[in-house]
C-alpha cells in the first residue's frame, strides 16, 4: 500500500462525548486522520471507561470506540475550563456532542452560539430524539430507543421479544453522524460556511427498520418475531443437521429454490410442489416445509451438509461463536488485524472496513484519562504552573 495523505488529515474534531453513539463517531473520523481531542470530566471520565474490565482491566465498549483520541479532563462549568473549550473551538474544524438533552446550550455551547462565534465550525448534536418535538427532553439510551423504534417487535421469539446483542441504535446514530459530518466537511470546502447536525437515534434506527415498516403498511400485519429465521422469506435461517450442528442457509429466488430441491434436498420433484411454488407459498406452509428439510438432512453432518450447499452455490454460514469470530480465517487471510497501543498493554485491533489502496488508517493508542491535558493547555499557552493551579481547583 501507498501511504500518502489521509482524507481527514489536518482536520480537528473536539468531542464532548460519552458512551457510545459519539465516540463511535469520532473514532471513524480519528481512523481517517482527523485530531480527536476528547473532553471528560476530571477523576471520572466517559463513564463507558467503567462499563467492564474485559480488556486487561480495561472496558471492551471503551477499547472499542476510542482509539487515536487524545484525553483531556475539564470541568466544563468552571469559567477557566470554558475559557479552554473557546480556545479549542477556535482552532477546530468539527464539535461533537452527546450530552444530556440541554447540556450543551445551559454551557453555551449551542450550535446558534457557536455559528455567531466560528462560522466555519460544523456543529453535530447526537440525541435520543432530536432537538424539538415532545420527545426532546427526555433520556434515551440504547435498549431503550430499540423499543421506541419497533425495533423489539420483529425480533426474538414468537413467546419473547430480545434486543439486538450489540448497541445497534447507538452504532446507527454513529454512522449518521460520521456520514453527516463528512458531508458537511465537502459541502464547507465548497461554500466556506459551517453546519449544525441534529442527529437524533429515533431516527436513525427507523431508517433501519424501514422493511418492516414498509411490510406493514396501512395497517398490514407486521413481520412476525421468528428467532433467527428470516421473518418473510423461507427457507432462510438456521437448520440442524443429523449431528447435532447447525448449518445456517439462506435461499432467494425461485432459481435457487429449484437448485436446493435438486442438489441438496437430492429431491427434484420438491420444487413442483403447489405448498411451496412461491416464496410466499413457502412462507405460509414454513412448519411443513422444515419438516422435510430437516428430515433430509438427518442422515447427513453440517459439513456434508455445506458442501452440498457449496457445490449448489447456495449461500450459507456457520453459527460462530465469539472465539471463532477472534479466529476467522477470511479475516486473517486478508490481514485485517492490527495492534493498538493502550494503558493495559498493546491490543488486538480490527482495520476499518474497507481497503483504500492510497492511505493507511490511523490506528493510535487507546488514550488513559486526561493523558494529553498537559500537552494540550500547553500548546495553547498555559504554562505548567497554571495547569498545575487548575488542576488543584478541579478544573482539569
Excluded at 16 to 24: G, K, M, Q, T, Y
Excluded at 178 to 207: C, N, P
Excluded at 248 to 277: H, Y
Aim: glycine letters at 8%.
Amino acid at each position: 500500500m501507498t501511504q500518502s495523505t489521509r482524507p481527514l488529515d489536518g482536520i480537528t474534531v473536539v468531542s464532548l462525548e460519552h458512551a457510545i453513539a459519539a465516540p463511535f463517531c469520532t473514532r471513524q473520523l480519528a481512523d481517517m486522520g482527523a485530531r480527536v481531542i476528547k473532553v471528560e470530566r476530571p477523576g471520572v471520565g466517559d463513564f463507558a471507561r467503567g462499563y467492564d474490565e474485559r480488556v486487561n482491566g480495561l472496558s471492551s465498549h471503551f477499547v472499542w470506540t476510542n482509539r487515536s483520541k487524545e484525553s483531556l479532563t475539564l470541568n466544563l462549568k468552571d469559567e477557566e475550563g470554558k475559557a479552554v473549550i473557546d480556545k479549542l473551538l477556535a482552532d477546530a474544524d468539527v464539535l461533537v456532542q452527546n450530552l444530556a438533552p440541554g447540556a450543551a446550550a445551559g454551557l453555551g455551547l449551542s450550535a446558534a452560539v457557536l455559528h455567531q462565534k466560528y462560522p466555519r465550525l460544523i456543529v453535530c448534536d447526537i440525541s435520543g430524539y432530536g432537538e424539538d418535538g415532545p420527545y426532546r427532553d427526555k433520556k434515551a439510551y440504547d435498549l431503550l430507543i430499540q423499543s421506541e423504534a419497533g425495533f423489539l417487535s420483529v425480533t426474538g421469539t414468537a413467546d419473547e421479544p430480545a434486543k439486538a446483542g450489540c448497541s445497534i441504535a447507538d452504532i446507527a446514530a454513529g454512522m449518521y453522524a460520521y456520514s453527516h459530518i463528512l458531508a458537511a466537511l465537502i459541502k464547507r470546502g465548497r461554500d466556506g460556511v459551517g453546519s449544525h447536525i441534529d442527529l437524533s437515534m429515533l431516527e436513525s434506527l427507523t431508517e433501519w427498520m424501514s422493511f418492516p415498516m414498509y411490510y406493514a403498511y396501512q395497517g398490514a400485519s407486521a413481520p412476525v418475531r421468528s428467532g433467527a429465521e428470516h421473518a418473510t422469506i423461507y427457507p432462510y435461517g438456521p437448520f440442524k443437521a443429523g449431528d447435532g450442528k447447525v448449518v445456517m442457509l439462506g435461499l432467494q429466488n425461485e432459481r435457487e429454490w429449484k437448485v436446493f430441491c435438486e442438489m441438496v434436498l437430492q429431491d427434484a420433484a420438491l420444487a413442483q410442489d403447489a405448498r411451496f411454488s412461491s416464496n410466499s407459498r413457502r412462507h405460509e406452509h414454513r412448519a411443513e416445509l422444515r419438516t422435510l428439510i430437516l428430515d433430509m438432512f438427518a442422515p447427513l453432518t453440517a459439513e456434508e451438509v455445506v458442501v452440498r450447499l457449496d457445490r449448489a452455490q447456495i449461500a450459507n454460514a456457520r453459527v460462530n461463536t465469539m472465539q471463532d469470530l477472534w479466529q476467522h480465517p477470511q479475516l486473517a487471510a486478508r490481514r485485517r488485524w492490527t495492534e493498538v497501543g493502550s494503558a493495559a498493554g498493546f491490543l488486538p485491533a480490527l482495520l476499518p472496513p474497507g481497503v483504500n489502496d492510497t492511505y493507511d488508517f490511523r490506528m493510535d493508542p487507546i488514550p488513559a484519562l486526561g493523558q494529553h491535558t498537559d500537552a494540550i493547555l500547553g500548546k495553547l499557552g498555559y504554562t505548567p504552573a497554571q495547569v498545575d493551579e487548575m488542576r488543584k481547583r478541579g478544573a482539569v
